[in-house]
């Protein structure tokens, strides 16, 4: 490593990016299926409470 100016320390910084960029685009895609999950519970919830278990089925089914 003695003939690079600065040492490793391009390569970590550049590998130490990476890491955060794959991981803040793996919690966004996380992020929006968690959100779509949630949603269809509310969904469910909100019918159930509403409609009784047969409006529980009725949403079931449509899913």
Request: with cysteine.
């Amino acid at each position: 490593m003695s003939r690079v100016p600065d040492g490793i320390q391009p390569m970590l910084d550049a590998m130490e990016e990476h890491i955060v960029s794959a991981g803040l685009a793996d919690m966004v895609a996380a992020a929006d299926t968690i959100t779509q999950v949630t949603l269809l519970v509310v969904v469910v919830v909100v019918v159930w409470c509403f409609k009784g278990l047969d409006g529980f089925w009725w949403c079931l089914e449509r899913v």
